[in-house]
């Protein structure tokens, strides 16, 4: 089984072949409109059931680890980079989340896109994104990792921008792309200082001579890889591209903007988990990251009246939980994995859920303009429902079971610096609940408020719906999954280390529990009590500095605007001024001065092209005869 | 196969080409479809004659033993005895991929010019027989191994590519040609210079002078000595290829010719800059190479970020594709110049792989001017909508520019960065910079002519011919294909450019940690049997 774990990654490559080529006038006949959509969706089904054949496999070995070198890519000297597989409990947990959710997305996609003419396209860009996430989780070296992660970035552009005649896509796509490019200079430079150092950027060459690496080495190092895990992640400071990449068809942000690879982030560091453990530094700036970024989604997440606006900043925010768990570190990697899971059900369910709304709805995504749709849309909100009590953590949904060990944890960081992280990861939960119940309320409860072209919300076919449920399944049972103790950590021990419990806790296990469901429960009741009549339809003047700040995300976007995109623009206007001006002008002056003759030369002839190569016919002739003179001498 | 002379043959054969087209009579007689028939049969004589070449160099391709001699296929014939200079021809890996790009790219840039001479003033005919020429001048260039025949290749090249731009190029294309001539003939002065002082170097020392490149590097001249004749030989070369602050006429070059001669311009005239810098600046003055070296590293980089910003810049497509490639330019001059194996690997790739690439990227730009009259970013908008297909291979082109993974520009330019970086640290992470802006110019072109809202202004446009999807679809699977599987051109790369190593006499930089830990585990050991005794 673990023989053919390279197909695993072949058929959506394969697939997003076909189906972008069979829209060539040629291959027009073979009427890939109308199969493509399921050939994109059995590619990434096959895959995942190949992937569980393989996790089975895996399961069976005893170290759990498999590695399988398919050809040579790279070979200059000692730079040896080959294209070889790595399945280990990690990326085993990963390819199924990717295959498994991946194959209810394209399902979902099925009905979502059914009746947009570009739905071919649209599954071969979904593919392309599924076998590019896979390469990035599947490598078991640096380069591999760098070519998924620009692949998926790659993916995300197209998809992004899958309706490129929309301006603010195409403007969302590019922006995705060039904050991504920003991280991927740290990866690529980290990869440059693991080679020069070790001579190897293989994983298992790299993990195991970290002890070789001076401190200073292995903090820069680690520095690079969370640049480039912040720009996949859309952590702080590159955040600001995440939330406009909702722009992009629903499928889309539930698939790559939520569960799959705005998480790679949190993949690498886990990956790269023995050179983070070895610098206290590195560890501390991952927990700071992940705190600012929990807080900045949460304070965003509760201005927004887009849904999936509000569920896009959720995701930053949820992603920040994950950093702050792999930041900690120990046995906190496997709770960020934990979360990265469970958040991968719910979220995604969310977001399909969001677009079953608005599928309803005539493409309305303004919350205010929603309203009690329970009644019209059963199946979506019970589903919408769960998932929403699976991320503001109540007992017994996965989001508990994940976020409250999480919270514990980072209180248990020794020093001050456990209280800050904790109570802003408390604070963080408290606001999750406020915003999402918001959320909840003004989209399913209380009174209808949409307007009057919309006579009849609907619920989605089958093919929508169904996704859902079993993604509403998944972010309940998953809790159980979690809930049985260290069932995941054991399964990660081979490469995230044996779980072992802190000797002592801050507060009190039981008492912080009940400490975060009490304060989840009163800030959603809180919400509730405050939405449950509706709100106002038209956007409210506001006195609070900090409600105009959370409108316009934190100024993130005014920042970029004024101090990069800005001066940046007047760089290049004042350069290519300076190209033409200065360098080219102090070229033509020269040319001018000694040009007077040829000018006037070129008054006595024609001032035709021929005269120029009869100069130089004259010339050349000239040049070899002086040679030749000079041979005679 | 072996014995077979190559590289004379596929030298002369375009040179007979282009003589036969340019005989053939002029006649205004049209066929059945008014196409003058004279301008036809010269079509099908070029690119007849441009495709065997291709079939002959593909031979000789795969004949090349990648683990043997440096020089193979190598030839002699007397030229000037007197002067101890010959027609001798020779390739190692370095040269090989390049005439390989030659033959690959001709047939498909006369493909793509198929109609451009045709209903103008200037003659048909010519322009092809003109193309042919500057084949015969591109591959002399790569083939031979005598220093005076390089230059006098060298210098020969600008001529077809002078008429090809003053004659059938943009409205500028007079200030174009004139201003990239001169610029080629100043450099190529210093080089004359250069060429001429290594010969009097030789007479002193071998007692008769030579231009063998091999006997060339066997010289040992003296410091002060290598370093002015390197000067000679640079300067030519980073006019040619061209580095910052030599630029500034390759945009207006590049603007002006028409499609099929930018791509050759940029694609392989400019590389031959950089191929000299690697071939011949190297193993001819290795200590001057050395002690130059920091400098150029420097004007690389600085070439990197300016080129990049000046791209962004751009308002005019084909001044747009030229500014990135003086960006590219700038990564392969700084593996060149990072002497070790895999930077320098890099950097013949990246020759390669920047051919395709930018000849892609300008392709494509030739399909849209042809249906817009204008290369203008701001006549188009939207066109993906009405142009699917051109849009596709418009981003494929792009993103290879811009070195995604899974394309062929990626394989090089990581190969540049981490061979550079371990020698040129600051200077490298620089240069990884560089990787932004690139996706900036490339994603923020693609945004202005494809994407947004359908310029209202634009005519009704067809989307990609037959004719030009085959002039398209080689280069772009070949970007394709040599993203995921470069080793077979990597291999004939890398032993040509360990041989250039050695010139220099330079190593590649043990890895840095464990070199440390050894020679601590070494100290340790040592401070154990000290002990011990």
């Known amino acids: 089984m673990l023989s053919l774990l390279w197909l695993i990654i072949a058929l959506p490559l394969a697939g997003a072949a076909v189906l972008l080529l069979a829209g060539a006038p040629p291959l027009r006949r073979l009427g890939a409109d109308k199969w493509g959509h399921y050939l994109g969706s059995a590619t990434v089904g096959v895959s995942f059931l190949l992937a569980v054949g393989a996790f089975f496999a895996l399961k069976d070995r005893s170290d759990r680890h498999y590695e399988d070198q398919l050809w040579s890519f790279i070979p200059v000297g000692d730079l040896q980079v080959d294209i070889g597989l790595l399945f280990d409990p990690l990326s085993a947990v990963f ?31 979904l593919n392309l994104f599924v076998a590019a996430m896979l390469v990035l989780v599947l490598g078991n070296n640096f380069v591999s990792l760098y070519a998924g992660w620009e692949g998926v970035g790659l993916a995300s552009y197209l998809l992004i921008a899958f309706w490129y005649d929309r301006p603010s896509a195409a403007t969302a796509a590019k922006k995705a792309f060039i904050m991504n490019r920003v991280g991927d200079v740290g990866l690529a430079i980290a990869i440059f200082v693991l080679f020069a150092q070790l001579g190897t950027i293989t994983y298992d060459g790299v993990f195991s001579n970290v002890d070789d690496l001076s401190s200073v080495t292995i903090t820069v190092v680690a520095l690079l890889l969370l640049l480039g895990a912040c720009g996949k992640s859309g952590q702080f400071p590159l955040q600001a591209w995440l939330p406009d990449a909702m722009a992009g068809p629903t499928p889309v942000s539930a698939l790559i903007h939520a569960a799959t690879m705005v998480t790679a982030g949190v993949y690498l560091i886990a990956r790269a988990n023995p050179i983070f453990s070895a610098s206290e530094t590195a560890q501390l700036v991952v927990c700071i990251i992940g705190a600012i970024t929990l807080m900045i989604g949460c304070i965003i997440g509760c201005a927004k009246d887009d849904m999936k606006q509000v569920l896009a900043y959720s995701t930053v925010s949820q992603i920040g939980y994950m950093f702050l768990a792999v930041g900690l570190g120990g046995p906190a990697y496997a709770l960020g994995i934990a979360h990265l899971l469970a958040h991968g059900f719910f979220k995604a369910g969310l977001f399909l859920g969001a677009g079953s709304v608005m599928h309803g709805m005539k493409d309305q995504g303004d919350i205010r303009r929603f309203g009690g749709l329970a009644k019209y849309m059963p199946i979506t909100a019970v589903t919408f429902g769960l998932g929403y009590l699976a991320i503001i953590g109540l007992p017994p949904l996965s989001g508990f079971f994940t976020k409250d060990p999480i919270i514990e944890h980072a209180f248990d960081r020794p020093g001050w610096t456990g209280w800050v992280f904790g109570g802003a990861a408390l604070l963080g939960a408290g606001l999750t609940a406020f915003y999402m119940t918001r959320l909840m309320v003004l989209v399913f409860f209380g009174k209808k408020r949409w307007t009057d072209d919309i006579k009849h919300p609907h619920e989605s076919p089958a093919v929508m719906w169904w996704p859902m449920v079993v993604l509403a399944v998944g972010s309940v049972s998953a809790g159980y999954l979690f809930y049985r103790g260290d069932a995941l950590s054991d399964w990660l021990a081979p490469v995230l280390g044996e779980p072992h419990e802190a000797a002592t806790h801050k507060i009190e296990p039981g008492v912080l529990t009940a400490t975060v469901i009490g304060v989840v429960v009163v800030a959603a009741l809180f919400a509730a009590a405050l939405f449950w009549r509706g709100t106002a339809l038209q956007e409210q003047p506001v006195r609070s500095p900090f409600v105009i700040a959370a409108r316009r995300n934190l100024y993130a976007d005014a920042f970029n605007e004024a101090v990069l995109e800005k001066p940046g623009l007047w760089l290049t206007r004042i350069l290519v001024y300076f190209d033409s001006r200065g360098i080219d002008g102090m070229v033509n002056g020269l040319a001018a001065t000694v040009g007077g003759t040829s000018s ?10 021929r005269s120029y190569a009869l100069t130089m016919l004259f010339g050349a002739v000239a040049v070899v005869a002086a040679l030749v003179a000079a041979g005679w001498r | 196969m072996e014995n077979f002379p190559f590289l004379s043959v596929l030298t002369l054969t375009p040179l007979v080409g282009a003589v036969i087209v340019a005989l053939l009579p002029v006649s205004a007689a049209k066929d059945a479809k008014g196409r003058n028939r004279a301008d036809e049969a010269a079509k099908w004589v070029a690119l007849v004659i441009s495709l065997l070449v291709f079939v002959g160099t593909m031979l000789m391709f795969f004949a090349f033993d990648k683990n043997g001699d440096r020089f193979q296929f190598t030839e002699d014939y007397t030229w000037i005895p007197s002067f101890g200079t010959e027609f001798a021809f020779g390739v190692d890996g370095i040269a090989l991929v390049m005439l390989a790009l030659i033959a690959l790219l001709v047939p498909i840039v006369i493909l793509a010019s198929w109609h451009d001479g045709v209903g103008g003033k200037r003659s048909v005919k010519t322009f092809f027989a003109l193309m042919l020429a500057l084949e015969t001048c591109m591959i002399g260039v790569f083939a031979v191994t005598d220093v005076l025949l390089f230059y006098v290749f060298f210098e020969a090249m600008l001529v077809p590519m002078y008429f090809l731009i003053a004659s059938y190029g943009g409205p500028r294309r007079q200030y174009a040609a004139v201003k990239f001539f001169l610029y080629s003939l100043v450099g190529g002065l210093f080089m ?15 007692g008769d002078g030579t231009f063998s490149f091999e006997q060339l590097t066997q010289l040992d001249i003296d410091p002060t000595t290598q370093r002015w004749l390197f000067l000679g030989f640079f300067i030519a070369f980073a006019i040619k290829a061209p580095l910052v602050p030599f630029h500034t006429w390759l945009p207006d070059a590049g603007g002006q010719a028409p499609i099929g001669a930018a791509v050759l311009l940029v694609g392989v005239l400019d590389k031959v800059g950089t191929y000299g810098m690697l071939r011949y600046c190297l193993p001819l003055f290795p200590d001057a190479a050395v002690y130059f070296a920091p400098w150029i590293v420097g004007i690389s980089v600085a070439g990197i970020i300016y080129g990049a910003l000046l791209a962004i810049g751009q308002s005019d497509m084909k001044r747009l594709v030229a500014y990135t490639s003086i960006a590219h330019f700038g990564f392969i001059a700084l593996g060149v110049f990072a002497f070790t194996s895999q930077a320098g690997t890099g950097a013949v790739l990246y020759m390669v792989n920047h051919g395709l690439s930018t000849g892609a990227l300008f392709l494509v730009v030739g399909f849209l001017i042809n249906r817009r009259k204008s290369s203008q970013v701001a006549d188009f908008g939207g066109a993906g909508k009405v142009v699917p297909w051109i849009a596709g291979a418009f981003l494929i082109a792009g993103l290879s520019s811009l070195a995604l ?3 062929n520009s990626f394989v090089s330019e990581f190969l540049v960065l981490v061979g550079s970086f371990a020698t040129n640290k600051a200077a490298t992470v620089i240069a990884t910079i560089g990787i932004v802006f690139a996706a900036l110019y490339i994603l923020w072109l693609y945004q202005r002519t494809m994407q947004g809202k359908l310029n209202p202004e634009m005519p009704k446009m067809r989307d990609i011919s037959l ?40 190593k590649d930089p043990a890895p840095e940690a464990r070199d440390e830990a050894r020679s601590s585990e070494e100290q340790g050991d040592e401070a154990k049997s000290g002990a011990q005794k």
């Open chain 1, 95 to 125: 390819v199924l989340l990717i295959t498994g959710v991946g194959f209810l997305i394209h399902v979902y996609s099925i009905g979502y896109m059914a009746d947009d003419p570009g739905r071919r396209r649209f599954f071969g860009y």
């Open chain 1, 600 to 609: 006037r030369l070129r008054r006595l002839q024609t001032g035709f092209v």
């Open chain 2, 192 to 206: 004359l210079a250069a060429v001429i002082g290594v010969y009097v170097v030789s007479t002193d020392q071998l």
């Open chain 2, 405 to 407: 993974p899974g394309t």
């Open chain 2, 467 to 506: 004719r030009e999807s085959v002039v398209i679809a080689p280069v772009l699977v070949l970007i394709v294909a040599m993203g995921f599987y470069p080793k077979p051109v990597i291999d004939v790369i890398t032993p040509a450019v360990n041989f250039t190593m050695n010139d220099i006499d330079k």
